[in-house]
């Protein structure tokens, strides 16, 4: 039986990886260092902002320090959120499945993202409070496909449900990258991966792989994590 349910956010709840990629660029074209939608698909997608500046970096041969990282981790926050302020659609299929969760079994939300990133998204969608733990990228020192932050999830998920043996084998992972599907399984945590972002075939370390979360339930997961 599960113990709980681990969503990602940026491609599973809403399509946000767009609308990063247009504010990194806000940020990184005047400085030299912008880069091809297919580059971000390819190579930043499923970094953190951390580590999606320090890699824009290291490819160019450029240095980067922590003070200026803080910098433009603030400014790419910015940008984004001045993006996002029309509002975000959801993925078809995934407000209504949280809905349909939601005080049936443990929820949490694993995501690269900064918590200011996510917390406005959620509120437009109706899903504020939602989640029973949320873990997001400035509260692990490494990013996707690092175990951390699943790990963490799980952690909180146990210490704020004792009574019900909260176990990494025991809960399922929704993600639609291969770093995120690499960072569950890392943790231990089955994955149940969706096509939004990358075909089937890259995704691979999934136990099961679904086009869409349209029309799933609690007993359709469970029985696709079996």
Request: aromatic share 8%; hydrophobic share 50%.
């Amino acid at each position: 039986m599960l113990s709980a349910i681990i969503f990602d956010f940026d491609g599973i709840i809403v399509d946000t990886e767009p609308l990063h990629y247009r504010a990194f660029q806000a940020i990184l074209e005047p400085l030299g260092l912008g880069y091809a939608w297919e580059e971000y698909v390819n190579l930043y997608m499923g970094f953190d902002d951390r580590d999606a500046f320090r890699e824009a970096f290291r490819v160019h041969g450029r240095a980067l320090d922590d003070h200026e990282l803080e910098l433009l981790i603030d400014r790419k926050a910015a940008a984004f959120q001045e993006i996002i302020s029309s509002g975000v659609a959801p993925y078809p299929g995934v407000v209504e499945l949280i809905g349909s969760i939601n005080g049936t079994l443990p929820l949490a939300l694993c995501s690269g993202a900064l918590r200011c990133d996510i917390l406005p998204i959620l509120a437009g969608l109706g899903l504020s409070n939602a989640f029973d733990v949320i873990v997001t990228a400035e509260e692990v020192t490494a990013s996707k496909p690092d175990p951390a932050s699943y790990a963490l999830a799980v952690e909180r998920l146990a210490a704020a449900f004792a009574d019900r043996r909260i176990l990494p084998g025991r809960c399922i992972a929704i993600e639609d990258t291969p770093a995120g599907i690499a960072s569950a399984t890392g943790a231990g945590i089955p994955v149940i991966a969706v096509t939004n972002s990358y075909p089937a075939e890259m995704l691979s370390g999934a136990v099961r792989v679904v086009d869409s979360l349209t029309g799933l339930t609690l007993t359709d997961i469970e029985n696709l994590a079996r």
